[in-house]
Antibody, heavy 124, light 106 residues
Framework: QVQLQESGPGLVKPSETLSLTCTVS????????WSWIRQPPGKGLEWIAY???????NYNPSLKSRVTTSLDTSKNQFSLKLSSVTAADTAVYYC??????????????????WGQGTLVTVSS | DIQMTQSPSSLSASVGDRVTITCRAS??????LNWYQQKPGKAPNLLIY???RLQSGVPSRFSGSGSGTDFTLTISSLQSEDFATYYC????????FGQGTKVEIK
């Protein structure tokens, strides 16, 4: 059974950098895509980024200038950094596996395993 | 980015009702459409992928259909555990989600 667990500070000051780590168990991160998604309180879901096991990344254009993701295959972890945060970045942050199978038609891409989520509040 | 618009934003229904939620994409996404269920305080749970394929372990009362830009999630007979918020998500390009449809008890 694949499990993901987010970790990191629950409170970040405005203008500082939000840093989260996702630890994966039950699967190697040396396959598939690994993603970050957030959900402001009472609102919908917003995809932030994903990283492939090769290190290839893709970012939401609206956040691209502030986001960095990375992998640590030795620890089976991947990480998110979001710089220059404001109150608008207050949200529950989820890590998730973005499964893909491009042998089918249509190709299959979906978020099948999620962490429980961690609330990050931006406040002084 | 491809915009996803769900309707309705919320609905009230009774146990046993047939419920339909629609999702429209701002451009054709063929069958690159997934559906998730989210309960309060929990992560979303995948129900349907590739427009109509049922995720393992999901009850058969859930089904998906559609094509091009218009898609539908149907719950054939609503159960008490189905009261939740439902999201569509396109995977044709950078992932984007609909705004959600909250299914409430009538």
């Amino acid at each position: 059974q694949v499990q993901l667990q987010e970790s990191g500070p629950g409170l970040v000051k405005p203008s500082e950098t939000l840093s989260l780590t996702c630890t994966v168990s039950g699967d190697s991160i040396s396959s598939y895509y690994w993603s970050w998604i957030r959900q402001p309180p009472g609102k919908g879901l917003e995809w932030i980024a994903y990283i492939y096991y090769t290190g290839r990344t893709n970012y939401n254009p609206s956040l691209k200038s502030r986001v960095t993701t990375s992998l640590d295959t030795s620890k089976n972890q991947f990480s998110l950094k979001l710089s220059s945060v404001t109150a608008a970045d207050t949200a529950v942050y989820y890590c998730a596996r973005y499964y893909y199978d491009d042998t089918t038609y249509p190709h299959e891409y979906y978020f099948d395993y999620w962490g429980q989520g961690t609330l990050v509040t931006v406040s002084s | 980015d491809i915009q996803m618009t769900q309707s309705p934003s919320s609905l009230s229904a009774s146990v046993g009702d047939r419920v339909t939620i629609t999702c429209r994409a701002s451009q054709s996404i063929t069958g690159y459409l997934n559906w998730y269920q989210q309960k309060p305080g929990k992560a979303p749970n995948l129900l349907i992928y590739a427009e109509s394929r049922l995720q393992s372990g999901v009850p058969s009362r859930f089904s998906g259909s559609g094509s091009g830009t218009d898609f539908t999630l149907t719950i054939s007979s609503l159960q008490s555990e189905d009261f939740a918020t439902y999201y569509c998500q396109q995977c044709y390009s950078n992932p984007t989600f609909g705004q959600g449809t909250k299914v409430e008890i009538k």
